[in-house]
C-alpha cells in the first residue's frame, strides 16, 4: 500500500507570492491533517480535513487555508508570504477523523521564503 | 487542553548505551500518548503509543515506554543504543478518542558516539 504522499518536496518562494501544497493520503484514509515545523516553533496543527470539510483548526492567521477533494486529495494554501512562513509542512492521513493514533505522515514539503 | 514537555532537547549517548527521552505531559482528559522519530528529510514516523490498557508498551526498533499516570509521564527507553538511532525524536499528546488535534512536545535530537 502507496504511503502518504507530498508535493513538491522543495519549494522556494519570495515574500508576497502565494503557495500551493498539495497532499495525497493512503488509500482509503478519508482524514487528512496539515502540520507546520519549523525550530523555533516546533511542530504545530494547521487544520484537519474530512470528506472534504474542514475539522478542527489550529491557531494560524487566515493566510493559511487548505481543502479537500472527493477522493480526499488535499492542498494547502499559503498567501501573501512571509519570511516567518518557511518551513516544512507535513501531511498525515488517518482513516477516520480524530483518529491520531493511527495517523501516518508524508516525507513533507520544505517551502523556503526568501 | 493538552501540552507536552520533553526535558533535554539534545541527548548524547554511546553505541551499546541506555537510551531514555524523556517526555511530561499536561492533559485535562485521560491521554493518548505517542512518540515520533523524524531522520533528516523525512516525516514523521510512528515509534509507539499509549491509548488504553497496559501502561508499558513496545513499539518499533526496540524502543518501549511507560506511561506513569502519577508523575504525568511517558518516557522512552532503549537498553542499547545503536549508530541507526540517531534522529529527532518527538512526544505527542491528544485527548483520547475524536480529539481534536495533536500536540507535540518540541523535539529531542538524539546524538549516538561509537
Known amino acids: 500500500k502507496a504511503g502518504v504522499t507530498q508535493t513538491p518536496r522543495y519549494l522556494i518562494k519570495t515574500r508576497g507570492q502565494q503557495v500551493t501544497l498539495s497532499c495525497s493520503p493512503i488509500?482509503?484514509?478519508?482524514?487528512v491533517s496539515w502540520y507546520q515545523q519549523t525550530p523555533g516553533q516546533g511542530l504545530q496543527f494547521l487544520f484537519e480535513y474530512f470528506s472534504e470539510t474542514q475539522r478542527n483548526k489550529g491557531n494560524f492567521p487566515g493566510r493559511f487555508s487548505g481543502r479537500q477533494f472527493s477522493n480526499s486529495r488535499s492542498e494547502m494554501n499559503v498567501s501573501t508570504l512571509e519570511l516567518g512562513d518557511s518551513a516544512l509542512y507535513l501531511c498525515?492521513?488517518?482513516?477516520?477523523?480524530?483518529?491520531?493514533?493511527?495517523?501516518?505522515f508524508g516525507p513533507g514539503t520544505r517551502l523556503t521564503v526568501l | 487542553a493538552q501540552s507536552v514537555t520533553q526535558l533535554g532537547s539534545h541527548v548524547s549517548v554511546s553505541e551499546g548505551a541506555l537510551v531514555l527521552l524523556r517526555c511530561n505531559y499536561s492533559?485535562?482528559?485521560?491521554?493518548?500518548l505517542f512518540w515520533y522519530v523524524q531522520y533528516p528529510n523525512q516525516g514523521l514516523q510512528l515509534l509507539l503509543k499509549?491509548?488504553?490498557?497496559?501502561?508499558l508498551v513496545k513499539g518499533i526498533n526496540g524502543f518501549e515506554a511507560e506511561f506513569k499516570k502519577s508523575e504525568t509521564s511517558f518516557h522512552l527507553t532503549k537498553p542499547s543504543a545503536h549508530m541507526s538511532d540517531a534522529a529527532e525524536y518527538f512526544c505527542a499528546v491528544s485527548g483520547g478518542q475524536g480529539a481534536q488535534k495533536l500536540v507535540f512536545g518540541q523535539g529531542t535530537r538524539l546524538t549516538i558516539n561509537p
Open positions: 492533559s485535562s482528559v485521560p491521554p493518548y
Open positions: 498525515a492521513s488517518s482513516l477516520v477523523s480524530g483518529q491520531w493514533y493511527e495517523q501516518f
Open positions: 488509500s482509503g484514509h478519508r482524514s
Open positions: 499509549y491509548t488504553t490498557g497496559a501502561t
